[in-house]
C-alpha cells in the first residue's frame, strides 16, 4: 500500500508551529494532540458503522455509531504517548497497548524493553502511534511483534516520516496502511529526519 498524506490548511498551520524551535512543551504537546486528530479521522474513514436509536428531545431516530470496542491504540514508547490524548478524545474506550523501543545509538537498530497488548488482538483493528517515522527501524520490529501476537488489521499513524523510512516499511509490510501528516527531505547522519522538528519525545516531555 501506499502511504497516505493527510492534507488540510489547518493541518499544515499546526504543522508549522510544531516545527518551530521556539515552540514551548506546552503548546508542542497539544499541537502533537490537535494534529493526532487528523490522523486519527482519516485513518478511520472505513470504519464500520451500525445502526442504533436514540431519542432526541423531539422524537426516537435511528442513528449509526462505531464500535469503540474494536480499536487498539499502540504508541511506541516513548514519544507516541504524545499521541494519546488526541486519540482517546475521538475514541474514548479505544483500548491502549504499549510497546516500548529504543534506538541503539551505534547500530541505529531498535532494541525492545517493554510490551503489553489487549486481549483479543486479533479480531480488533490496531493502530500504531508515532510521532517520527526517521529510520522505519523501530515501526518494522512495532508491527512484527504485533503480527506475531495475531494482529491481522494493522495501520501506523505518525505525524512526520522520512522518505527512507516510509519505503522500508513499505516493503517490509505491505499490507500495514501508513498516514502521515508530512513527508520530510530525508535523514542527517545521525538519523534524524530533515528538517524534522527535533527530537519528538524530548520536546513532549521536555527533557531537553
Known amino acids: 500500500m501506499e502511504s497516505i498524506k493527510v492534507t488540510h490548511p489547518l493541518l499544515e ?11 514551548g512543551t506546552k503548546e508542542f504537546r497539544e499541537l502533537i494532540s490537535e494534529i493526532t486528530l ?23 431516530t435511528k442513528a449509526h455509531m462505531i464500535d469503540e470496542n474494536n480499536y487498539i491504540f499502540v504508541p511506541i514508547l516513548r514519544a507516541g504517548t504524545g499521541m494519546i490524548e488526541g486519540i482517546v478524545k475521538m475514541i474514548p474506550n479505544a483500548k491502549i497497548g504499549h510497546i516500548g523501543l529504543y534506538r541503539d545509538e551505534e547500530t541505529i537498530k531498535p532494541v525492545r524493553y517493554y510490551y503489553k497488548m489487549p486481549s483479543g488482538m486479533e479480531n480488533k483493528e490496531v493502530i500504531i502511534i508515532d510521532p ?36 522500508k516499511m ?16 530525508g535523514l542527517n547522519e545521525k538519523s534524524y529526519i530533515v528538517p524534522g522538528l527535533g527530537d519528538a519525545g524530548d520536546r513532549i516531555f521536555g527533557t531537553k
Not at 498551520?13 to 515552540?23: E, G, M, Q
Not at 474513514?45 to 428531545?57: M, S
Open 13 to 23: 498551520h499546526k504543522l508549522a508551529i510544531l516545527r518551530d524551535k521556539k515552540t
Open 38 to 60: 487528523f490522523l486519527c479521522y482519516e485513518a478511520m474513514k472505513d470504519a464500520k458503522l451500525y445502526e442504533v436509536e436514540v431519542e432526541t428531545p423531539i422524537k426516537k
Open 132 to 167: 517520527m517515522l526517521a529510520t522505519g527501524g523501530s515501526g518494522i520490529d512495532a508491527i512484527s511483534l504485533l503480527k506475531e501476537d495475531g494482529a491481522k488489521n494493522i495501520k501506523f499513524l505518525s505525524i512526520i516520516a522520512a522518505p527512507d523510512g516510509l519505503e
Open 170 to 185: 513499505q516493503k517490509a509490510h505491505p499490507d500495514v496502511q501508513i498516514y502521515c501528516a508530512a513527508i520530510d527531505e
